[in-house]
Antibody, heavy 130, light 110 residues
Framework: QVQLHQSGPGLLKPSQTLSLTCVISGDSVSSNGAAWNWIRQSPSRGLEWLGRTYYRSNRSKWYNDYALSVKGRITINPDTSKNQFSLQLNSVSPDDTAVYYC?????????????????WGQGTLVTVSS | QSVLTQAPSASGTPGQRVTISCSGSNSNIGSDYVYWYQQRPGTAPKVLIHTNNQRPSGVPDRFSGSKSGTSASLAISGLRSEDEAVYYCAAWDDSLSGYIFGGGTKLTVL
């Protein structure tokens, strides 16, 4: 059973950097059958996908995709030694106040290619306030 | 305002069949798969449907998905009280190069 456990501060001041970590158990951050995502949810913006990181051994390469809404401010990094991945969001503002989730996007190749978010972290409420 | 449009609320009585709709465009639903997630208060979303109409193991067959053009629907038959939740559609958007979600439909079981 895959489990994702999030950690990180819940209160930030404007202009600070948001840093969250998601520890993976039951799978590997380097798995070819998965991508590792960050998603946030707020009353004003709803569910918002932020980005993902994933490894593909056929290219021996890590990939990152980021939402245009946060591109330039966001970094998602894998840490293979600790089997975890992290989110950094720079220059936060009150508009970044949300519950942040990490999530596994499983990639199944059975006939076609199926992908969906199947396991989620517990969520971290991050409040940005002066 | 979400790129995928859902009605904010829906309701039904136990045993009834309800349908939740999701409207998108050619850059998302029209060109990629649709996903449906269920979220109960205080919990993370849970996948109900992937790849337009596929149920992961463990999801009851009361839940079904369909897609036509740039719209999609989630149908719930034999409505039960535990189905009361918020339902979100999702898709990959080629123009935005990322996943997008609908605004959610809050289902009330009367």
């Amino acid at each position: 059973q895959v489990q994702l456990h999030q950690s990180g501060p819940g209160l930030l001041k404007p202009s600070q950097t948001l840093s969250l970590t998601c520890v993976i158990s039951g799978d590997s951050v380097s798995s070819n059958g998965a991508a590792w995502n960050w998603i946030r949810q707020s009353p004003s913006r709803g569910l918002e996908w932020l980005g993902r990181t994933y490894y593909r051994s056929n290219r021996s390469k890590w990939y990152n995709d980021y939402a245009l809404s946060v591109k330039g401010r966001i970094t998602i990094n894998p840490d293979t030694s600790k089997n975890q991945f992290s989110l950094q969001l720079n220059s936060v503002s009150p508009d970044d106040t949300a519950v942040y989730y990490c999530a596994r996007e499983i990639v199944l190749v059975v006939g076609g290619t199926y992908r969906y978010f199947d396991f989620w972290g517990q969520g971290t409420l991050v409040t940005v306030s002066s | 305002q979400s790129v995928l449009t859902q009605a904010p609320s829906a309701s039904g009585t136990p045993g009834q069949r309800v349908t939740i709709s999701c409207s998108g465009s050619n850059s998302n639903i029209g060109s990629d798969y649709v996903y449906w997630y269920q979220q109960r208060p205080g919990t993370a979303p849970k996948v109900l449907i992937h790849t337009n109409n596929q149920r992961p193991s463990g999801v009851p067959d009361r839940f079904s998905g369909s897609k036509s053009g740039t719209s999609a629907s989630l149908a719930i038959s034999g409505l039960r009280s535990e189905d009361e939740a918020v339902y979100y559609c999702a898709a990959w958007d080629d123009s935005l190069s990322g996943y997008i979600f609908g605004g959610g439909t809050k289902l009330t079981v009367l």
